[in-house]
């Protein structure tokens, strides 16, 4: 998503949902992600290409040749994406493990990207209603200096997980229930939800393994066969 001057996300940001078809079924997908800054005005750097000025950057007075490239004021999400690019620079040369590439074998890379996003998402200044991701500024403007802090201080938080909605426990009807969990370690945590038939000390905890639905929303059914008096459950991630 796109910040204009004035603390507003810009009209020609693009809005969500997307529709997205997976392995899995069709669903609709929160987009943006996050947001930068990106309005009307930013100074960049503008390319000659084979000689041609294609951004009109030789038609300005801000310095540079036109053999090489100049300067110039321009807006649009073509300037929000290179501001979350050189945040992310910043977060692998304050942490040189976060890297994509060199040390590390290649399983270990999705782990580190997935660091990388988490911290992208949870450390922003965050608008209105709160930490919840929505269709127009995502989870809300990234903020470099709480991103570079994260990595630079080793995380030893336990996973968050919030019951963000339930239906309620009916005799014989399945129970539905979903989960907000933020795990500052991994992007993708695996979330389960163990319960038990009934409330004797005896009985043995059953698991289900909890789907991701949003980011950093899991969800799962528990079959109504197994929803009696009683029935109790806690969600661990």
Same mark, same amino acid.
Request: proline share 6%; aromatic share 8%.
């Given at each position: 998503?796109?910040?204009?001057?004035?603390?507003?996300?810009?009209?020609?940001?693009?809005?969500?949902?997307?529709?997205?078809?997976?392995?899995?079924?069709?669903?609709?997908?929160?987009?943006?992600?996050?947001?930068?800054?990106?309005?009307?005005?930013?100074?960049?750097?503008?390319?000659?290409?084979?000689?041609?000025?294609?951004?009109?950057?030789?038609?300005?007075?801000?310095?540079?040749?036109?053999?090489?490239?100049?300067?110039?004021?321009?807006?649009?999400?073509?300037?929000?994406?290179?501001?979350?690019?050189?945040?992310?620079?910043?977060?692998?040369?304050?942490?040189?493990?976060?890297?994509?590439? %060199?040390?590390?074998? %290649?399983?270990?890379?999705?782990?580190?990207?997935?660091?990388?996003?988490?911290?992208?998402?949870?450390?922003?200044?965050?608008?209105?209603?709160?930490?919840?991701?929505?269709?127009?500024?995502?989870?809300?403007?990234?903020?470099?200096?709480?991103?570079?802090?994260?990595?630079?201080?080793?995380?030893?938080?336990?996973?968050?997980?919030?019951?963000?909605?339930?239906?309620?426990?009916?005799?014989?009807?399945?129970?539905?229930?979903?989960?907000?969990?933020?795990?500052?370690?991994?992007?993708?945590?695996?979330?389960?939800?163990?319960?038990?038939?009934?409330?004797?000390?005896?009985?043995?905890?059953?698991?289900?393994?909890?789907?991701?639905?949003?980011?950093?929303?899991?969800?799962?059914?528990?079959?109504?066969?197994?929803?009696?008096?009683?029935?109790?459950?806690?969600?661990?991630?």
């Amino acid at each position: 998503a796109t910040l204009k001057a004035t603390s507003e996300v810009a009209s020609y940001s693009s809005r969500g949902p997307i529709d997205w078809t997976g392995t899995e079924q069709f669903r609709e997908v929160k987009k943006p992600d996050v947001m930068a800054p990106g309005g009307i005005g930013l100074l960049s750097a503008v390319p000659i290409v084979d000689s041609r000025d294609i951004l009109g950057a030789c038609s300005g007075n801000l310095g540079g040749s036109c053999s090489s490239g100049k300067y110039r004021t321009l807006g649009g999400t073509s300037q929000a994406s290179p501001h979350i690019a050189g945040v992310i620079a910043l977060m692998m040369q304050a942490e040189p493990t976060l890297t994509l590439k %060199g040390s590390g074998t %290649g399983a270990d890379r999705p782990k580190r990207f997935e660091r990388i996003k988490t911290v992208l998402y949870t450390k922003t200044f965050v608008f209105p209603p709160g930490r919840v991701q929505n269709n127009e500024i995502g989870f809300g403007l990234v903020d470099a200096l709480a991103s570079v802090q994260e990595v630079l201080t080793p995380d030893t938080t336990s996973p968050s997980v919030e019951v963000i909605s339930s239906s309620t426990p009916v005799f014989g009807q399945p129970f539905t229930v979903r989960a907000r969990v933020v795990d500052n370690r991994v992007f993708s945590p695996s979330v389960k939800l163990f319960y038990r038939r009934d409330s004797k000390s005896s009985s043995s905890f059953q698991q289900l393994l909890m789907t991701q639905v949003e980011t950093f929303v899991y969800q799962t059914v528990v079959p109504a066969s197994d929803v009696v008096e009683n029935f109790s459950y806690y969600i661990e991630a």
